[in-house]
């Protein structure tokens, strides 16, 4: 039961009266009307911006409609109060009862409460993490990572049929450059003086195991052969022992994917070709030049005929190669191919999760989706951004290519699984965040993640304490319990918020906004927080009150559902819910 979208049905009901009686044209478009809590609780519950939008439409002012509309919803039920308010919100305060009768609504629901069909049943393919098999997953690649899955979880949650995937970069110069890397490993362990890593390799540690590896197998058979007779299997090499580290990084993350696709796989297979000879159909690929990169002096520019893909008939800015000078593919042509094996598996939403130095990069995509896909799919990426690295207030930096590199396993072994991805979703994906090892391990109430988890580990302390006294908290007693008992303005505030829970899911869901869901549980904790705080100074609103056993099982089942709320929130994030704080 989502008690926001139930009032909206309130607000488009009184619509349709106002239109019965020609008060209101008919035809109105009511999409844009929404149901929110106000900005400032003194000015109700609900408010509505129903006027605001159908004003224009209606050939009347916004304040002259929110007055109808508030004679209209003040004889609705469950409707105690309705005001109008400038420049015509019509604000509105509901019965206790109607936040008190949410409690056996979330306890009969249970780990499905706030589940809703939204997406109903739509395909997404939630591509995220998907780095280069270059070395182990660093800390930079947890935000995306993060992100990702729980965006997977809020959307099938929300009724999309979720794929989860990992594309495998095995293909491209990067590869070459780590076979280089390990090789130059591998004359380091026979005993040569290569000197130090040439600048363009990968200067880690965790490349010396695979050079060992081929080592311990070959001897000396790669010693002083050619480039071109090694290369290959070194890279070969190079990949397969980094993906196996790479699971197992996102296993101590608690990732798990449905599909991984490798892009050599791919290119082998010819379907590069395919999405080329695709496009050709459609009279979108062509040989022409370019014109020269902004910032670049003309008499040092030389344009040369390259294939193109006709990315501007779809929104883009320039025509994108799909040859590079020496003959080879492009990776955006690469990344044609793959993106049109996902819409043959048959997706119809694409979520790209990239890292915010792609930005430029999204253009491109989004014009070849709509032309690979005929308009049947749709590509929607989101940027995640750097995430800034501390200890203790001083800034821990990082480089793969100069070997200095903190390491998503470390990081996660020092933290925690459930601190770092809770932290992680505490920002907007494309804000910037700053990540303390120190500070993100703090019992305090600054601590976002302590915040939420004591709030859960508090109640289930009461429920051991009700145990212990003998108190009856099964399903039955709380299903039975007098809630009319709950009476005190905290009680009531602590009941709204966790009724809120279905929208917040919702509205998550609709923007692809995970954050969203830490953000609410901060609030619901605070909340809950207040009261426990009120119950220690008031004794009369405590949670476990002897000889008033109506008001204890009251109390016990609000908690029960404020309970049932927070694990169900931290689920989607990919979170276990704590009984103890330790």
């Known amino acids: 039961m989502n008690v926001f979208s139930d009032f909206r049905d309130t607000v488009a009901a009184a619509v349709a009266a106002l239109q019965r009686r020609g008060e209101l044209p008919e035809g109105l478009d009511l999409e844009r009307i929404t149901v929110e809590p106000p900005r400032d609780p003194a000015h109700g519950q609900m408010a509505t911006n129903a006027a605001l939008v159908l004003a224009r439409a209606a050939r009347r002012r916004p304040m002259e409609i929110a007055a109808l509309l508030r004679e209209e919803i003040e004889g609705a039920a469950e409707v105690v109060e309705a005001e109008v308010a400038p420049p015509g919100f019509v604000n509105v305060r509901l019965s206790d009862d109607l936040w008190r009768r949410q409690i056996p609504v979330v306890l009969r629901a249970g780990e499905d409460y706030g589940r809703c069909d939204l997406g109903r049943g739509l395909r997404v393919n939630d591509e995220y993490c998907s780095a280069n098999p270059t070395g182990p997953l660093h800390v930079g690649h947890g935000r995306g990572t993060v992100y990702g899955d729980a965006l997977a979880n809020l959307l099938d949650f929300a009724g999309y049929r979720v794929t989860r995937e990992y594309y495998v970069n095995d293909g491209g110069a990067q590869i070459e450059a780590m076979a280089r890397s390990v090789h130059h490993r591998y004359r380091e362990l026979l005993g040569e003086n290569p000197g130090p890593m040439p600048d363009g390799l990968y200067p880690l540690e965790e490349l010396i195991p695979v050079a060992k590896a081929i080592l311990e197998r070959d001897g000396d058979r790669w010693a002083g052969r050619p480039e071109e007779e090694w290369l290959e299997l070194f890279g070969r090499e190079g990949v397969e022992a980094m993906m196996a580290r790479i699971r197992e990084d996102l296993d101590a993350l608690g990732v798990r994917y449905d599909v991984f696709v490798s ?111 005929e308009g049947r799919a749709e590509l929607v990426v989101k940027l995640c951004q750097l995430v800034r690295l501390y200890s203790g207030g001083e800034p821990l930096k990082m480089s793969k290519r100069a070997g200095r590199t903190v390491w998503l396993r470390e990081v996660v072994e020092e933290v925690g699984r459930d601190v770092f991805r809770f932290i992680m979703l505490t920002r907007k994906n494309d804000a910037p965040l700053e990540f303390d090892l120190r500070k993100v391990v703090e019992q305090s109430k600054d601590n976002p993640v302590f915040y939420v988890q004591y709030a859960h580990a508090r109640i289930c302390s009461v429920f051991r304490n009700a145990a212990e006294a003998g108190i009856a908290t099964d399903p039955e007693t709380l299903a039975a319990a007098p809630l009319d008992r709950l009476r005190d303005p905290a009680e009531l505030d602590l009941l709204r918020q966790m009724a809120g829970w279905p929208r917040v899911v919702e509205g998550a869901a609709r923007s692809f906004e995970p954050h969203r869901i830490a953000f609410y549980l901060h609030d619901l904790a605070g909340a809950f927080h207040a009261l426990w705080t009120r119950g220690k100074e008031e004794p009369g609103l405590r949670f476990l009150l002897a000889g008033e056993p109506g008001s204890t099982a009251a109390r016990l089942a609000m908690l029960a559902a404020v309970r049932r709320v927070i694990a169900n929130g931290l689920r989607l994030m990919g979170v276990k819910p704590v009984e103890e704080m330790h």
């Open 263 to 373: 892009e050599r796989e791919l290119i082998a297979a010819g379907r590069i070709e395919e999405a080329i000879a695709f496009l050709e159909t459609k009279g979108l690929v062509y040989t022409g030049t370019l014109p020269p990169p902004k910032g670049k002096q003309m008499e040092d520019w030389e344009p040369v005929p390259q294939l193109l893909f006709r990315s501007t008939a779809f929104g883009d800015d320039i025509d994108r190669p799909l040859r590079r000078s020496n003959g080879a593919w492009t990776y955006f042509a690469a990344d044609l191919a793959y993106h049109l094996d996902k819409i043959r598996r048959g997706a119809d939403l694409l979520i790209d999760v990239w890292g915010a130095d792609h930005g430029g990069y999204v253009k491109r995509m989004q014009a070849a989706v709509k032309a690979l896909g």
